[in-house]
């Protein structure tokens, strides 16, 4: 039985589930967090958060978050969650969430129409990476999910504005992408588990507003990363191993504490 679990009730509830975070260490020095249904709500919230020791005993956000999107028959359904000023919440992806528990690593189930996908999350001890498996626990037909990760590389406790210093270059390395937003910090790298299969998609490129507080942060959209969950008929029970894509074209998005 989990120590840790929680509904669908009080889950998609976020007036309750924004109030509760899930904060994750290792002995790196390294940790990852954010609210129960996923939803960054402060600076200090992150995906991958790490010292750099190089620099200073500050700890850096790398990766805010990552945007899941399941796509069945053309028809896309973003997971992702995030909360804009005014209190607007773009996309809703708390909608599909289940369950989340932490019986042994933390796991959000989600459900969208015929699909239940699970997503794990694995920090390692001694180093800087965080592990996300994600479980194709049933399907009705043939499923795609693709990632949008947006990232930071800023001090947790500080904001930072769209600026010119930004390097849009990539690396290719195998199974994904490296790269590295500004000069002295660490390059940052998106893996999948199997030789990337590329997904051809088009881009949106789209604005928002900063979510709250006085002054405005724009993290860099870098996506969509298209990951494809094998294409053969679907099976219950068994994990699909995600094909990644890198996207040429890239998207700013202005908002405060992704």
């Not at 920090?123 to 693709?146: C, G, P």
């Not at 800023?154 to 790269?179: H, K």
């Not at 790298?189 to 002054?215: I, N, T």
Request: contains cysteine.
């Amino acid at each position: 039985m989990s120590y840790l679990k929680f509904d669908k009730n009080l889950l998609i509830n976020l007036d309750q589930s924004l109030t509760k975070e899930m904060l994750r260490t290792n002995q790196a020095g390294a940790y990852h967090c954010s609210t129960l249904p996923g939803c960054n709500t402060r600076k200090q919230h992150g995906l991958l958060v790490i010292p750099i020791p190089e620099k200073d005993n500050k700890s850096y956000v790398l990766l805010s978050s990552l945007d899941e999107t399941v796509i069945q028959h053309g028809a896309e359904f973003n997971l992702g969650l995030h909360r804009y000023r005014g209190g607007v919440i773009a996309p809703a992806g708390h909608k599909y969430i289940r369950e989340f528990d932490c019986e042994s690593v933390p796991r959000m189930t989600y459900r969208v129409g015929g699909v239940i996908l699970t997503k794990e999350k694995i920090f390692i001890s001694n180093e800087n990476r965080i592990l996300i498996r994600y479980t194709l626990v049933d399907a009705h037909s043939a499923t795609t999910l693709r990632f949008r990760p947006f990232l930071a590389f800023r001090e947790s406790n500080a904001l930072c504005v769209a600026n010119d210093r930004v390097s849009r270059d990539i690396e290719e390395v195998d199974n994904g992408i490296g790269t590295c937003l500004y000069d002295g910090f660490p390059t940052l790298y998106m893996q999948f588990s199997r030789k990337a299969k590329w997904v051809d998609e088009a881009q949106l490129v789209q604005r928002h507003r900063v979510c709250q507080g006085p002054r405005a942060r724009r993290a860099l959209l870098r996506g969509p990363l298209g990951a494809r969950l094998l294409r053969s008929a679907p099976a219950q029970g068994r994990e699909r191993h995600l094909l990644g894509r890198r996207r040429a074209r890239e998207a700013r998005i202005a908002q405060e504490d992704v």
